[in-house]
C-alpha cells in the first residue's frame, strides 16, 4: 500500500523543479580590456597600476574556488576601487560593476582588509632620513610645540588642540594665528589630495570600524598612486579649509593657547 504522504512529498519536488528558475551567471567583461584613460577615470589607477594592485593583494583576497562563477582578483580590485574613487552607494557600484549590493559589500572589505596589512610598508616617512631631522622641519615652519595638535576653529581649544583666534588684535597674536595656518595647510592640502583622487573619503556611509578600514586602505592607495607616478587629480586652490565654530573653546585651552601666542612676541 503506497504512502499518501510519501507521494505528496514527490509531487512537491516535481513542482518544484519544473517552476525552478536555472541560476544566471551575469557576463562579466575583463576589467582590464579598456584603456587607460578610462581605467583612470573610474578607478584612479591605469592598467599597469592595477595589475601591480592585483600582485600585491592576490594572496590575500584570491578566492580557493571558482565555484558560483567566483570573482577574479582584476575584478575584485576594480569594484573595491570604483567604490574608492567614487563614493558611491553600493547599488550603484553595483549597477555600474554589474553586481549584488551582497557581494559589493563583501568585496569592499576585503580588499579594504587586505590594504590595511600594507599600512607599515606604505605609510611611512618618506626618504631614509631620521625621525628626528623629519620633526626638526616641522619646527622650522613655525616654531617646537611638542604634544600640541593644530585644528580649525570648528573644533574648541583645548589644553593638547590648538585653534586659531577668533579676532587677533596684537601682533603676537596675528603672528600665531598665521604660524597655525601655515603649518596646518601641509596637512590639508595633503588630505585634499587625498580626497579628491578617493572620492568616498567625502562621506563614508559606512559604521565607524569600516570607516576606518576604508581610510587606510585609501591612505595606502593613494602612496600607492604617488610612487607609481599615477596621474594626479586636480585639486580646487580656492578651497577654504575652516570649518564653522561648533563647540565652545575649554577654558585652561585658551590659556596654553594665549601662552603659545605670546612666544610670537
Known amino acids: 500500500m503506497a504512502c499518501p504522504l510519501l507521494d505528496d512529498v514527490v509531487e512537491v519536488l516535481i513542482l518544484r523543479r519544473a517552476f525552478r528558475h536555472e541560476r544566471v551567471f551575469r557576463d562579466r567583461a575583463d576589467p582590464l580590456a579598456f584603456s587607460d584613460e578610462y581605467l583612470t577615470e573610474r578607478y584612479r589607477f591605469s592598467g599597469d597600476g592595477i595589475r601591480y594592485l592585483c600582485r600585491l593583494l592576490g594572496p590575500n583576497i584570491q578566492h580557493r574556488t571558482a565555484r558560483s562563477h567566483a570573482l577574479t582578483v582584476p575584478q575584485m580590485v576594480c569594484v573595491a576601487l ?28 576585503n580588499v579594504s582588509l587586505a590594504m590595511k596589512s600594507l599600512v607599515h610598508i606604505f605609510i611611512t616617512f618618506p626618504g631614509h632620513r631620521r625621525f628626528i631631522h623629519i620633526k626638526e622641519e616641522f619646527y622650522k615652519i613655525a616654531g617646537e610645540f611638542s604634544g600640541v595638535l593644530l585644528g580649525d576653529k570648528g573644533y574648541a581649544c583645548e589644553t593638547f588642540l590648538m585653534t ?9 597674536q596675528q603672528a600665531y594665528n598665521h604660524a597655525h595656518a601655515k603649518t596646518r595647510a601641509r596637512i590639508e592640502m595633503t588630505v585634499g589630495l587625498l580626497k579628491s583622487r578617493l572620492q568616498c573619503l567625502h562621506h563614508l556611509r559606512v559604521s565607524p570600524d569600516r570607516a576606518c578600514h576604508v581610510t587606510v586602505a585609501c591612505t595606502v592607495l593613494h602612496n600607492i598612486a604617488s610612487l607609481r607616478k599615477e596621474r594626479a587629480p586636480r585639486v580646487a586652490l580656492d578651497v577654504d579649509w575652516d570649518n564653522a565654530a561648533i563647540f565652545p573653546d575649554n577654558r585652561n585651552g585658551r590659556l596654553v593657547r594665549e601662552y603659545i601666542a605670546n612666544y610670537f612676541s
Open 82 to 109: 570604483r567604490f574608492f574613487a567614487s563614493g558611491m552607494f553600493l547599488y550603484s557600484v553595483g549597477d555600474a560593476e554589474n553586481l549584488n549590493k551582497a557581494t559589493i559589500c563583501r568585496t569592499i572589505r
Open 164 to 172: 586659531p583666534l577668533t579676532d587677533p588684535q596684537t601682533p603676537a
